[in-house]
């Protein structure tokens, strides 16, 4: 698993605006077979701060992704919004070791992180 973390800075008068364009770049995102969850965060101590927080399978998807004419939009529509550019960083999640859990049913279908975007 890959986790993509997004850290925007804008202003308070667009913050809106871009919680907006953050919401329908998850929406997009989360079409893809490859997006476990996307999660908007607004940063309590500064709410011009926004964290994107993406789970993905792999790598692999998660740049495909990030390439992808969805992403780019996003990232053009931002353009004069933000008070900093985007900070980008990427985590390859190696296993969970002891943390992993037991599989109680095999025929299971796969369960989604998250099945809907959620602004926290």
Known sequence: MVIVKQTL???IKHLEEVVELAQDVAQDAMTDEGCL????????EKPGNLVLLQNWQ????????????????????????LTTSVKNVCYRVAGLGELAFEVVNEEQEALLLGDEVVVH
């Open 9 to 11: 800075s804008v202003s």
């Open 58 to 81: 792999n790598e692999a998807r998660a740049m495909n992704y990030l390439g992808s004419e969805g992403a780019i939009e996003f990232m053009q529509a931002l353009e004069g919004l």
């Open 37 to 44: 969850s996307f999660e908007v965060y607004i940063q309590v």
